[in-house]
């Protein structure tokens, strides 16, 4: 059973960068998925963020592509997101997920964790 | 404004069945069979129920099943439990800016 598990400061500075690590368990970042991030903005719907595969390509919502990074760490089993120029219209529940790109779904989530940009 | 239509709410007693609504266009639901489902108890993590329209992952209850017509794909829950109250939310791949659209999310109340 695939868990992963969502890590980082639940606080950020308006124009600061939010830093969020994924860790993988129960199996390996290396499979062919997609690894990605979506967000919920308070009292919204689900937003996808971006994705990376463990070559390293990315994909990004064009809406957010300027201020985000995905990267991989296949040594540890774990993906990060970086949310650059923050403001308080970044504040949500961050998710992370495995994509299968066949079924085109996530089969699986973490269970989220809340950023909040203020000062 | 999310990209797919739900309902916000809908209701039912114990033992009835429900369904919800999930409307996107033809360039997301309406032009492909990628529509999933997802529960959400809130503070966990979401989990699928429904992918590629009509089908179940292994372990999921058979009162949970989908259908898709046109733009709109529908979950329907029959026997109604408690814990089936939650938030469900479904998606589409899209051919779109983004591999994936999803909805605003329907909070499902057992009365």
């Known amino acids: 059973q695939v868990q992963l598990q969502e890590s980082g400061p639940g606080l950020v500075k308006p124009s600061g960068t939010l830093s969020l690590t994924c860790a993988v368990s129960?199996?390996?970042?290396?499979?062919?998925?997609?690894w990605s991030w979506v967000r919920q903005p308070p009292g919204k719907g689900l937003e996808w963020i971006g994705e990376?595969?463990?070559?390293?390509?990315?994909n990004y919502n064009p809406s957010l592509k300027s201020r985000v990074i995905i990267s991989v760490d296949k040594s540890k089993n774990q993906f990060s997101l970086k949310l650059s120029s923050v403001t308080a219209a970044d504040t949500a529940i961050y998710y992370c997920?495995?994509?299968?790109?066949?079924?085109?779904?996530?089969?699986?989530w973490g269970q989220g964790t809340l950023v909040t940009v203020s000062s | 404004q999310s990209a797919l239509t739900q309902p916000a709410s809908v209701s039912g007693s114990p033992g009835q069945s429900i369904t919800i609504s999930c409307t996107g266009i033809?360039?997301?639901?309406?032009?492909?069979?990628?529509v999933s489902w997802y529960q959400h108890h809130p503070g966990k993590a979401p989990k699928l129920m429904i992918y590629?329209?009509?089908n179940r992952p292994s372990g999921v209850s058979n009162r949970f099943s989908g259908s898709k017509s046109g733009n709109t794909a529908s979950l329907t829950i029959s026997g109604l439990q408690a814990e089936d109250e939650a938030d469900y939310y479904c998606?589409?791949?899209?051919?779109?800016?983004?591999?994936?659209?999803f909805g605003g999310g329907t909070k499902l109340t057992v009365l």
């Open positions: 997920a495995r994509f299968d790109g066949d079924l085109a779904t996530i089969d699986y």
């Open positions: 129960g199996g390996s970042i290396s499979s062919s998925n997609w």
């Open positions: 990376i595969y463990h070559s390293g390509s990315t």
């Open positions: 033809s360039s997301d639901v309406g032009g492909y069979r990628f």
């Open positions: 590629k329209v009509s």
């Open positions: 998606s589409s791949y899209t051919s779109g800016t983004t591999p994936v659209v």
